[in-house]
């Protein structure tokens, strides 16, 4: 999901720690619900999840979206905080397969630790992908901060990097900062370079036709399958499903991805329609014991898993 605000946001300085023992503050939510950094495995692709306390109300669980610079909320949440979606204020929302223009509703105060966000419209977005979850918070208009999601210990900090050094025992992947905030990283996939999106909002890995063409012309995509693509939005999009080849970050060797190819509307909108290109998505990035991103180096960094560099995600998922 990205969105696009009428506002520019501003982030305060930060320091947000999140934990299990965090989860008693969540009313009325299962012991399974409550994680926060919620880790791939056979049967689910995972999530993080923030709390955020909106206009001294809360704490709500908001999906931390690193391909997006703006945040958004559910419909439930408008309701539970009693504001009425403004129909004549609409915000444009880009989303993976299309561009909607949809009510929004002016949030004084949102904060996530001491992640401040103050006076700014946000969208009102219907979206399957939130699950039970209250809305998006978009980080990828962060600048300084460095953001650590383990998934082993089911934790999440956000706290200023400092230039801080590498950290220890991760695999370190440069990364690229382009306008929109979101980070690109050069990568190969079966042989192929591609230029790779790291977006933390969606669930599944996507690659859009440029790389679907150069893979078949390199290997024979097998038992491809095809699927509908959801987003923020009410369009859907068709998309290919297939095992693709050998995925290369940085150190990282990442295997038995299932990967959705299409002609997808944001590879558009961050102009990549013409250059081979992949969203790699919770079904990867969740598989790892702990990622990290230090916006401030333009660094991703990827935990090693048992001494290797080897990522091996788990996929039909739900199949």
Known sequence: MKAAALALLRWCGVMLVVSVSSAAELQAQSADDALFACP??????????VPVMINGRGPFRLVMDTGASHSTISPHLARLLGMTPEVDKPVIVNGVTGTEQLPSVTIERLQAGEVVIEHVQVPVVETAMLA?????????????????????NNRVVINHSHNRDALAGFVRIPANRVEEGILLISARVGGVNVVAVIDTGSERTLGNLALRDALHA????RDATFTDVYGATSAVSS?????APVISMGGAQINEVEMVYGDFHIFEVWKLLDR?????GMDVLGSVPALAIDFA???????????TLAIVPSPHFGR
């Open 40 to 49: 791939t495995r056979v049967d689910r692709i995972g999530r993080i999840l």
């Open 132 to 152: 039970n979850a209250d809305g998006v918070l978009g980080v990828a208009g962060l600048t300084h901060e460095r953001i650590l999601a383990d998934f082993q």
């Open 218 to 221: 390199r290997h024979r995509i």
């Open 239 to 243: 998309g290919e499903v297939a095992l």
């Open 276 to 280: 081979p290109a992949v969203i790699v």
């Open 297 to 307: 180096r333009s660094e991703l960094y990827l935990k090693r898993d048992a001494g």
